[in-house]
């Protein structure tokens, strides 16, 4: 089987991408939540055939050795790999289906999946190259997941040479070996393999190319496969486990809707911020085909503020990613000539930043708030807690969209006013229901939200979570008294959102809250003790869910 | 396990057939670099035949993923980007029309919701700005006028303004320079202003105005409901 992996590992590591040139003047579509769907579906679906083969086990008393091999982290990860391969087999076939009319027709004028028609791979001065046919053969397109831009290659890298690393990581673990080097002899298992490693056959010595990237996705597949099971940290953050024992078999406790997925997606997969190593013939002209697009690059890697990075950030950013968090991934680079943004695009010294003014309203408790900064936040109070933006989005808004729920609490706590509307009429509560943030959202209900405030199209936060079918959030709404037969300006109530949606349990949960909420206990969806309609939320009423 | 590695093997056969077909595929696609495309130069009755394109699929949009209900405009993905700097914008962009290869030339058309209007017809108002595309880049904001969207009866009105060629070169007077062409632009503070008779917008950095008279010519939509 491991031979099948890491043969299945092999198109990955033929493929190239690169993220220097990419589609000017056009946006790509967050996929995001279209990965999480399809992960989600193949960890639903290896549950649930898991759950099949050991109930037939104990039916036909089946060993307690056999019993307990199907019942473990291993085998639910090795299930999870196939329904994962079934998914994403190739990224050439993935590429194709996110080119197909049906998917670009759900992201109106974005870009699904991106191909340039010049690569800096495609140069025709490097036709003597015979590493130059592999990487035109095999091709990567570049996506966009979770705010990263990155190849396609890295799905399959993740997939496959990521259970190959678990595999590894697994056998060095039963061992008794430390964590530490469990890891560290998984990731060189691969890194010595004349065929697998990005040193041999499917990296320098047949593309020139020795792809961090693509370490990086193989690292972030084994901690996801560890993360099934098991808590896993990414930077600051402890995930918890994707699943979690349900009897004999396994239950999925991620929501698909989470980021239980994309936080596996980071700027380490992006090869022009986590620059390649190049094999030195190519270096020279790589390094004049990147200063070509230097004006256009650096104008895409701005940072999210939508300033010019200046060398000095770009640099900062390559030794912030060769390392996973801290930990070693087999990060490699040139030592002298370098083909990075930092390296070709400031060859003349320059290093200014353009004028930071921000001329959008936003001052650096909004920007604390916007990235989930409590402490940042913290330190800048006492200030202006409603100060809007130019688009009307105060702090508090810019909490919501980060998602984290304390720093929404830290704000209303200090006085931040849970109704106001930005442009268009969208309240923070009616933003959070948008973004499926539960948790988010009960808080906000608890600092008085208004669970009827409609914004410019007559939307209720009633109608934004009818329509992800987020059960959790809907119920809280309903018991702090939304209404459910408001509709929207085109006539939409939010039953009819989530009958058109097919979201079941919602629109069971929308009928009986039309009753009040005895009827609403009665379907599912809360006891009147839970909260009643104008009654403070329980504390129980959301559990902390991944 | 031996099934899972019989499991293994089909797959890996699979996935080599595939590569082989799909890289094939994907080579033919994916070569050269074509010629340069003709400068611009758009006669006003060009301009409203892009613009109704815009605004075709835009109908289409309503119609398909919303059953004609303006609200799914606030569900579009792109406001959920964690790269977008202005998220709580709401954008409806159009692209590769009149492209004769897509990404390479035609135009893209963009039109950022300015807000609903008060009033017993729910009308929704646009600013659509037209961007001309030249050797895979966008190279010139051609045109930029209101557009004005009316449900009646669940059927779309539109009304679609006149350009203003002085409004045009007062707005691109406050582009970024060196930055890559982008309608609307990050930077941009687009807002609806009183005036009588019709519908006026104002980029307040530039002070660049436009108008949709009140008696603009409806056109009405194309798109199948």
């Keep these: 089987m491991l031979l099948a992996g890491a043969l299945s590992g092999w198109p990955a590591g033929a493929n190239e991408s690169e993220q220097y040139s990419l589609p000017l003047g056009r946006d790509f579509a967050d996929l995001g939540p279209h990965l999480s769907k399809i992960v989600h579906a193949a960890i639903t679906d290896a549950a649930v055939r898991t759950g099949d083969e050991i109930a037939d086990a104990i039916a036909n008393g089946e060993s307690p050795h056999r019993i307990a091999e199907l019942q473990s982290a291993s085998y639910i990860a090795d299930k999870v ?48 190259d015979i590493t130059k046919a592999v990487r035109t053969f095999f ?26 690393y678990h595999v590894q990581y ?35 010595l047949s593309t020139g190319i020795y792809s961090n990237g ?110 996973y968090f801290g930990a070693d991934y087999g990060y490699q680079s040139n030592s002298g000539r370098k083909v990075t943004i930092a390296s070709v695009c400031f060859a003349d010294g320059s290093d200014e930043q353009a004028a930071a003014a921000d001329d959008l309203g936003r001052s650096d408790l909004w920007w604390a708030a916007r990235r989930g900064d409590l402490e940042g936040l913290r330190q800048l109070l006492p200030a202006d807690l409603d100060a809007a933006d130019a688009d009307g989005e105060t702090p508090l808004h810019a909490a919501v969209r980060s998602g984290n729920a304390d720093v929404v609490i830290e704000l209303v706590a200090g006085g931040a006013d849970p109704n106001r509307a930005a442009y268009y009429g969208v309240t923070p509560l009616l933003l959070a229901a948008a973004h499926g943030q539960t948790e988010v959202g009960v ?45 929207d300006d085109g006539g939409a109530t939010p039953l009819e959102l989530a009958v058109r949606g097919r979201k079941d349990a919602v629109a069971k949960m929308l009928r009986a809250g039309s009753g009040g909420a005895t009827n609403l206990a009665a379907a599912g969806g809360g006891t009147a003790s839970g909260g009643g309609e104008g009654e403070p939320l329980q504390e129980d009423d959301v559990s902390d869910r991944h | 396990m031996s099934v899972i590695a019989t499991e293994g093997r089909l797959r890996l056969a699979a996935l080599l057939f595939a590569v082989l077909l799909s890289g094939g595929l994907a080579g033919c696609a994916y070569s050269g670099r074509p010629a340069l495309a003709a400068p611009n130069s758009l006669t006003d009755a060009e301009v409203r035949g892009i613009v109704a394109q815009w605004q075709q699929r835009l109908d289409r949009h309503l119609a398909d993923e919303g059953v004609g209900d303006p609200a799914v405009l606030a569900d579009l993905p792109a406001l959920r980007s964690p790269q977008a700097l202005r998220p709580g914008r709401i954008v409806f962009s159009a692209t ?7 990404e390479r ?17 729910r009308t929704y108002v646009f600013i659509v700005g037209t961007i001309d595309r030249d050797d895979f880049r966008p190279t ?37 320079v060196g930055a890559t062409l982008r309608f609307p632009g990050d930077r941009d503070r687009f807002r609806l202003v009183d005036c009588l008779p019709g519908i006026c917008a104002e980029e307040s950095r530039s002070g660049a105005r436009w108008t949709l008279p009140v008696d603009a010519p409806v056109n009405q939509a194309t798109a199948r409901r």
């Design chain 2, 105 to 121: 030339d035609g135009y893209d058309v963009s039109g950022l919701l300015l807000g609903r209007l008060q009033g017993a017809d």
């Design chain 1, 139 to 164: 091709r990567a397109g570049s996506i966009s997941a979770g705010g990263v831009v990155f190849g396609t290659d890295k799905l399959v890298h993740f997939i496959n040479v990521g259970r190959i």
């Design chain 1, 214 to 323: 693509d370490l990086a996705a193989n690292y972030a597949g084994m901690l996801f496969y560890r993360n099934l099971a098991e808590p896993v940290q990414i930077g600051a953050r402890t995930l918890p486990p994707i699943l979690e024992r349900d009897g004999a078999g396994w239950r999925v406790v991620a929501r698909p809707e989470s980021d239980f997925f994309t936080a596996f997606i980071t700027p380490h997969w992006n090869e022009a911020l986590n620059p390649n190593r190049y094999a030195g013939y190519t270096m020279g002209r790589l390094q004049a085909l990147l200063a070509e697009r230097c004006a256009d690059a650096v104008d895409w890697y701005r940072d999210p503020q939508g300033r010019r990075r200046t060398r000095a950030q770009f640099e900062s950013i390559e030794r912030e990613l060769s390392t």
């Design chain 2, 140 to 176: 010139a904001l051609v045109d930029l006028r209101l557009a004005s969207l009316t449900l009646r009866d669940g059927a779309p009105v539109w009304r679609i303004g006149d350009a203003s060629v002085a409004a045009l070169a007062r707005y691109g007077e406050r582009a970024e």
């Design chain 1, 443 to 487: 808080a906000l209900l608890r600092a008085g939200a208004d669970p009827n405030g409609r914004d410019h199209f007559g939307r209720t936060p009633l109608h934004a979570s009818a329509k992800r079918g987020d059960a959790e959030l809907l119920r809280a709404l309903l018991l702090q008294g939304a209404q459910p037969q408001l509709a």
């Design chain 1, 81 to 128: 790999w196939g329904y994962l391969f079934v998914g994403i087999p190739t990224n050439e076939l993935f590429d194709l289906a996110l080119a197909s009319p049906p998917v670009k027709a759900r992201y109106p004028g974005l870009v699904t999946m991106y191909r340039p028609p010049a690569s800096i791979y495609d140069d025709p001065l490097l036709a003597l």
């Design chain 1, 170 to 204: 697994e056998a060095r673990m039963s061992r008794g070996e430390s964590e530490q080097t469990a890891g560290r002899a998984a990731i060189y298992s691969t890194l010595s393999n004349p065929f697998t490693s990005e040193y041999g056959l499917l990296g320098t």
């Design chain 2, 96 to 102: 590769d029309i009149g492209a004769t290869v897509a």
